[in-house]
């Protein structure tokens, strides 16, 4: 009976093992070689790999949002600053319009101004010795008119040493101005040139400078090539002559004084040779 009895207490004293999770079932291990007989490990928790994993996700997803929300955002800048740039645009030529329109205005203002000034009529009554006494100064200013025409102005200028050239369908033309006075006073004023082409319908004019003309001289001699001499100067003038190149060309010289007064006309004929 003792000896059984003592069976039981060792058999009651012996320890049950504990059931448990095996290290290797719970962790990853990574195992690195760094040469022969050069081995580390590691272990991994699986809930440490889980949320890293979902981490890097998430992070991904919110970058690719954000890179979109920047090139939108860029897409639409570039929209509108094209959209500036034409409004700018029309703002700069609604500008120019506006300043041309308001040019137009105030010559028209001068315009009426100058006509209605000039078709003004006198509504007094005109004396019979008021009108004897108008056509004495009419008449005395035609004969002054006439006395000008009669006795032109001297010049004080000659043109020399003329010379022509075409080639490809460009006119060039050199000429001396010569002061034939003999002071020492440099003689200043303006030179026009005239080309014309003679065959033309309607007729066909090439100035130099370029200049407006009416009646066939300009209509504001200060816009000619200006020249001060002593003695003599060359001036060189070129013409486009496009499609008029063989046609028969003639060329007219004009000179002006200071004043605006013509001091010389010469007219000469463009050969054709080349």
Same mark, same amino acid.
């Given at each position: *009976?003792?000896?059984?009895?003592?069976?039981?207490?060792?058999?009651?004293?012996?320890?049950?093992?504990?059931?448990?999770?095996?290290?290797?079932?719970?962790?990853?291990?990574?195992?690195?070689?760094?040469?022969?007989?050069?081995?580390?490990?590691?272990?991994?928790?699986?809930? /440490?790999?889980?949320?890293?994993?979902?981490?890097?996700?998430?992070?991904?997803?919110?970058?690719?949002?954000?890179?979109?929300?920047?090139?939108?955002k860029? !897409?639409?800048?570039?929209?509108?600053?094209?959209?500036i740039?034409?409004?700018?645009?029309? $703002?700069?030529?609604?500008?120019?319009? /506006?300043?041309?329109?308001?040019? !137009?205005? $105030?010559?028209?203002?001068?315009?009426?101004?100058?006509?209605?000034?000039?078709?003004?009529?006198?509504? &007094?009554?005109?004396?019979?010795e008021?009108?004897?006494?108008?056509?004495?100064?009419?008449?005395?200013?035609? &004969?002054?008119?006439?006395?000008?025409?009669?006795?032109?102005?001297?010049?004080?200028?000659?043109?020399?040493?003329?010379?022509?050239?075409?080639?490809?369908g460009?006119?060039?033309?050199?000429?001396?101005?010569?002061?034939?006075?003999?002071?020492?006073?440099?003689?200043?004023?303006? $030179?026009?040139?005239?080309v014309?082409?003679?065959?033309?319908?309607?007729?066909?004019?090439?100035?130099y400078?370029?200049?407006?003309?009416?009646?066939?001289?300009? *209509?504001?001699?200060?816009?000619?090539?200006?020249?001060?001499?002593?003695?003599?100067?060359?001036?060189?003038?070129?013409?486009?002559?496009?499609?008029?190149?063989?046609?028969?060309?003639?060329?007219?010289?004009?000179?002006?004084?200071?004043?605006?007064?013509?001091?010389l006309?010469?007219?000469?004929?463009?050969?054709?040779?080349?």
């Amino acid at each position: *009976m003792e000896n059984s009895a003592k069976k039981m207490t060792r058999q009651n004293q012996i320890p049950k093992p504990v059931k448990g999770k095996r290290p290797h079932e719970s962790a990853f291990h990574v195992m690195v070689s760094r040469g022969v007989g050069k081995v580390r490990s590691f272990s991994l928790s699986p809930r /440490l790999l889980l949320v890293s994993l979902l981490f890097f996700a998430c992070y991904i997803i919110v970058s690719l949002f954000i890179i979109n929300g920047y090139f939108d955002k860029l !897409r639409t800048n570039k929209d509108q600053l094209i959209k500036i740039d034409r409004l700018q645009k029309q $703002v700069e030529n609604t500008r120019k319009l /506006l300043y041309q329109s308001e040019q !137009r205005v $105030v010559l028209l203002k001068k315009y009426n101004k100058n006509s209605k000034s000039d078709v003004a009529i006198s509504l &007094e009554p005109v004396r019979p010795e008021k009108i004897e006494l108008k056509k004495g100064e009419e008449a005395g200013d035609i &004969e002054a008119e006439d006395a000008l025409e009669e006795g032109p102005q001297e010049a004080t200028v000659e043109i020399k040493d003329l010379v022509t050239l075409k080639k490809e369908g460009k006119l060039t033309i050199s000429f001396k101005i010569v002061n034939t006075d003999q002071g020492d006073t440099p003689l200043r004023g303006y $030179v026009h040139i005239i080309v014309t082409d003679k065959e033309s319908d309607p007729l066909q004019l090439w100035t130099y400078p370029k200049v407006a003309l009416r009646d066939g001289v300009p *209509m504001n001699y200060k816009r000619g090539r200006l020249f001060v001499i002593k003695n003599f100067r060359t001036i060189r003038g070129e013409f486009f002559l496009d499609s008029h190149e063989g046609s028969a060309l003639s060329l007219k010289v004009l000179v002006y004084n200071q004043s605006g007064n013509q001091i010389l006309q010469r007219d000469f004929e463009v050969e054709n040779t080349s």
